[in-house]
């Protein structure tokens, strides 16, 4: 009868040994660490993958953002500059200005009183209308010589007892002042002009009808 | 007083360590690295001495890593309701024969006698009884090799005949000639001892 005990007991000695000896030997015999390792790799990898957006380490995104930016900004600025660029004008100062004598060449516009010549009142009678008729086209008159004084580009030195003169393609005699003459004689304004007799010249006039200059004219030129 | 201080202790460092599964459930739901690292350092080991007892260090190894690759990429085919440690048993088991069929070792190992033998294998001539004790478990056949192991991994025999796809009186026999070899194989060394 105690058999059955001694054979249950020897079982359990025997389950216990077997258990004892298992155990020992899992101790001798453990995962290597180059298991474990490449596992942590592997985590690290699809940890990266896996990360949401708003973990991901932002900080070389930014940094290719932020050049990309500079680039586009700087890009943008020198755009706009090139677009706006005008051509800067030349600023003058004051001081510069008052070395220049502006001369107003060819104005034919009438003079104050050649246009009150030219106004007629309805209540004039018929007498008053009759001299201002008589006055405007004394005007007229005086605006066509104005005109063909200043059309006329050439002209012929004419030399005789009472000084130099200019004589214009139409015949017309301009008589130049003595002091003209000496300041186109002198070294100062001297243009290389023979004025010797019928030497032609060119003629520049301002609004008032006066030479402000006179070229030579190295052509032969003819009325 | 101070009595109740260390179970207060102990069951606060239960506490610091929850369940496998649980600790599954967090990688599954939050990737938590830590979480696998904390399964790794439970089962390993035991993952990998189960695989050495079925095959050799360079296969154990390399399945090892594979299952814990696999652990990491597909979370998702672990059912929660079931234990966590079948479940990397049962991953490791599959690779390994799908190793064994690569080489067509597995027909090899199916056909193995499991019937006990009255042939008791000479075991080398050592005073290590540990020695002895690898030695013959190494020379079970394979199958009942494979029971012993998961027995003494703690499965019960519902979870090995689930794992090994047998019928629990296959897996209870497959024990009993298990046992009953190694005792044979202990006491004769001891006798010769």
């Given at each position: 009868?105690?058999?059955?005990?001694?054979?249950?007991?020897?079982?359990?000695?025997?389950?216990?040994?077997?258990?004892?000896?298992?155990?020992?030997?899992?101790?001798?015999?453990?995962?290597?660490?180059?298991?474990?390792?490449?596992?942590?790799?592997?985590?690290?990898?699809?940890?990266?993958?896996?990360?949401?957006?708003?973990?991901?380490?932002?900080?070389?995104?930014?940094?290719?953002?932020?050049?990309?930016?500079?680039?586009?900004?700087?890009?943008?600025?020198?755009?706009?500059?090139?677009?706006?660029?005008?051509?800067?004008?030349?600023?003058?100062?004051?001081?510069?200005?008052?070395?220049?004598?502006?001369?107003?060449?060819?104005?034919?516009?009438?003079?104050?009183?050649?246009?009150?010549?030219?106004?007629?009142?309805?209540?004039?009678?018929?007498?008053?209308?009759?001299?201002?008729y008589q006055s405007a086209q004394s005007v007229y008159m005086e605006?066509?010589?104005?005109?063909?004084?200043?059309?006329?580009?050439?002209?012929?030195?004419?030399?005789?007892?009472?000084?130099?003169?200019?004589?214009?393609?139409?015949?017309?005699?301009?008589?130049?002042?003595?002091?003209?003459?000496?300041?186109?004689?002198?070294?100062?304004?001297?243009?290389?002009?023979?004025?010797?007799?019928?030497?032609?010249?060119?003629?520049?006039?301002?609004?008032?009808?006066?030479?402000?200059?006179?070229?030579?004219?190295?052509?032969?030129?003819?009325? | 007083?101070?009595?109740?201080?260390?179970?207060?202790?102990?069951?606060?460092?239960?506490?610091?360590?929850?369940?496998?599964?649980?600790?599954?459930?967090?990688?599954?739901?939050?990737?938590?690295?830590?979480?696998?690292?904390?399964?790794?350092?439970?089962?390993?080991?035991?993952?990998?001495?189960?695989?050495?007892?079925?095959?050799?260090?360079?296969?154990?190894?390399?399945?090892?890593?594979?299952?814990?690759?696999?652990?990491?990429?597909?979370?998702?085919?672990?059912?929660?309701?079931?234990?966590?440690?079948?479940?990397?048993?049962?991953?490791?088991?599959?690779?390994?024969?799908?190793?064994?069929?690569?080489?067509?070792?597995?027909?090899?190992?199916?056909?193995?006698?499991?019937?006990?033998?009255?042939?008791?294998?000479?075991?080398?001539?050592?005073?290590?009884?540990?020695?002895?004790?690898?030695?013959?478990?190494?020379?079970?056949?394979?199958?009942?090799?494979?029971?012993?192991?998961?027995?003494?991994?703690?499965?019960?025999?519902s979870d090995i005949a689930t794992m090994t796809n047998n019928k629990?009186?296959?897996?209870?026999?497959?024990?009993?000639?298990?046992?009953?070899?190694?005792?044979?194989?202990?006491?004769?060394?001891?006798?010769?001892?």
């Open positions: 009868m105690t058999k059955p005990n001694n054979y249950q007991g020897d079982n359990n000695n025997i389950d216990a040994s077997l258990e004892n000896l298992y155990q020992k030997r899992k101790l001798q015999h453990v995962s290597p660490n180059v298991v474990k390792q490449e596992v942590l790799n592997t985590l690290s990898t699809n940890a990266k993958a896996d990360t949401p957006w708003w973990k991901v380490n932002l900080k070389p995104y930014l940094q290719i953002s932020a050049v990309a930016g500079s680039v586009a900004i700087a890009f943008i600025v020198i755009s706009i500059q090139v677009v706006n660029k005008q051509p800067s004008p030349i600023l003058l100062e004051s001081a510069d200005l008052a070395n220049f004598q502006s001369v107003e060449l060819h104005v034919l516009a009438p003079k104050t009183e050649q246009l009150a010549a030219t106004q007629f009142s309805r209540n004039s009678s018929t007498q008053e209308r009759k001299i201002q605006r066509q010589a104005d005109l063909v004084v200043h059309q006329q580009a050439y002209a012929t030195i004419v030399s005789s007892e009472e000084g130099l003169s200019l004589l214009t393609c139409d015949q017309n005699l301009l008589k130049l002042s003595q002091e003209v003459v000496n300041l186109l004689m002198s070294g100062q304004v001297n243009k290389g002009i023979d004025f010797s007799n019928g030497q032609m010249v060119a003629l520049a006039f301002d609004s008032n009808g006066h030479i402000i200059d006179i070229q030579k004219q190295s052509k032969k030129t003819e009325c | 007083m101070f009595s109740f201080l260390p179970s207060i202790l102990m069951h606060s460092a239960a506490r610091k360590q929850p369940p496998p599964e649980q600790v599954m459930a967090d990688y599954i739901m939050r990737k938590d690295k830590k979480a696998i690292i904390a399964l790794y350092n439970t089962f390993a080991d035991d993952m990998y001495h189960y695989l050495l007892t079925m095959s050799d260090p360079t296969l154990a190894q390399d399945i090892v890593q594979k299952t814990w690759l696999k652990v990491i990429e597909k979370p998702h085919s672990y059912h929660t309701l079931g234990s966590v440690k079948a479940w990397l048993f049962t991953m490791a088991r599959n690779a390994l024969i799908d190793e064994f069929r690569k080489t067509k070792r597995w027909v090899e190992l199916e056909n193995q006698h499991e019937e006990l033998s009255s042939d008791i294998t000479i075991l080398s001539h050592t005073d290590n009884i540990q020695s002895q004790f690898d030695e013959a478990l190494m020379a079970l056949p394979f199958a009942q090799r494979e029971a012993f192991c998961l027995q003494h991994e703690g499965f019960s025999l629990q009186e296959t897996i209870k026999t497959r024990l009993r000639y298990a046992k009953t070899k190694l005792k044979e194989l202990l006491e004769h060394a001891n006798d010769q001892a």
